[in-house]
């Protein structure tokens, strides 16, 4: 398997800009969460979906993001607009609920907005 | 609130030891805690499980306990190597299927 795939993994934009990032979580697994790091505030978890339904986005920071979640293979994470303080490397993790929850990253997506 | 602590400081070592950190929680009941590995530029990769009513398991030179009346789980790295350093992070969970909700992990470097 190809694990989980995260694009872009780069991204710089500017300030008011919308963003979406993309996620691929691994075939099979009916868990998907998305995760946010920085260096002040670690992983934090912003929402995660379980059979492609949100359970719980109550780490989504603001009106301004957005993640849906339209099939079992795909997942987006939007920000509209954009903030100079969203700059974060932004982490897709899947896993099988039910199991005892481990979970696969992705390689990240690294926002920068000016 | 529920809160997941590990120390920030990072930890050097010499190649050989062992390493010791440490993941405290507050106002948590977790069935089992995780810990994962996150080299720089990636994301973190799972390495053992242990569950609340395990007092320990190992994997290879990883050794993790559990104590559920402290609130506190110890990761040990033995016979430590260069290769080891790398952030590590604990997770607690409190059923199958819950969110994972991740501490600041700990930086650990090994000095060969």
């Known amino acids: 398997d190809a694990g989980v795939i995260q694009s872009p993994r780069h991204e710089v934009t500017e300030m008011g800009q919308e963003v979406t990032l993309r996620c691929k979580p691994i075939?099979?697994?009916?868990?998907l969460f998305w995760y946010r790091q920085t260096m002040m505030r670690g992983l934090e978890l912003l929402i995660y979906?379980?059979?492609?339904?949100?359970?719980?986005d109550s780490g989504m920071p603001e009106d301004r993001f957005s993640a849906k979640m339209p099939n079992a293979s795909f997942s987006t994470l939007k920000i509209q607009p954009s903030e100079p303080r969203d700059s974060a490397v932004y982490f897709c993790?899947?896993?099988?609920?039910?199991?005892?929850?481990?979970?696969?990253f992705g390689e990240g997506s690294r926002l920068t907005v000016l | 609130s529920q809160k997941i602590e590990q120390n920030s400081e990072a930890l050097n070592i010499q190649e050989g030891k062992t390493a010791t950190l440490t993941c405290n929680y507050t106002?948590?009941?977790?069935?089992?805690l995780q810990w994962y590995r996150q080299d720089p530029g990636r994301g973190p990769v799972f390495l053992l499980l242990?569950?609340?009513?395990?007092k320990e398991k190992r994997k290879e030179r990883l050794k993790v306990t559990f104590d559920t009346t402290l609130k506190q789980s110890l990761f040990h790295i033995t016979a430590s190597q260069p290769a080891d350093s790398a952030t590590y992070l604990c997770?607690?969970?409190?059923?199958?299927?819950?969110?994972?909700?991740f501490g600041g992990g700990t930086r650990v470097l090994v000095k060969p």
């Open positions: 993790a899947s896993g099988i609920q039910g199991a005892t929850g481990e979970l696969f």
């Open positions: 075939s099979g697994h009916n868990s």
């Open positions: 979906f379980n059979n492609n339904v949100p359970i719980d």
């Open positions: 106002n948590y009941s977790p069935a089992y």
């Open positions: 242990i569950r609340e009513n395990e």
């Open positions: 997770a607690p969970v409190k059923a199958a299927g819950n969110k994972l909700t």
